[in-house]
């Protein structure tokens, strides 16, 4: 009986990650570029991150990709990155990035989950 209930617990401490909470479905992303810093080489942009879901997510799973639009819609420049640390259960994130590129080709800022 006692190596029943080792055993039973060892495999719902396995199981938990299986039902974690998964980053790319829980967060909604959105983006802007952060004018309080100029440079010619690129564009600094600020990631924002609400987690909908009932359970923390780990950061560093919350993957996204951020693109720099130019006219006509066409992608000009990308840029990965993650948020550190634990985005807790409906709470909100956010870090920011910089995106080489000519910073006077960029209409919109695009981001998305990885």
Known sequence: MRVFRTSAAVLLLAAG???AADAKSCLDLSARIDNDISSPSGVRV???GRNRCSEDLDGNEA???VMAIGSGGSVIATQNGRFGGTVASHGQVETKVFVSCDPERVKSIRVEAR
Request: glycine share 0%; hydrophobic share 45%.
């Open 46 to 48: 600020t990631i924002y």
């Open 17 to 19: 990650p299986l039902f």
């Open 63 to 65: 993957r996204f990709k």
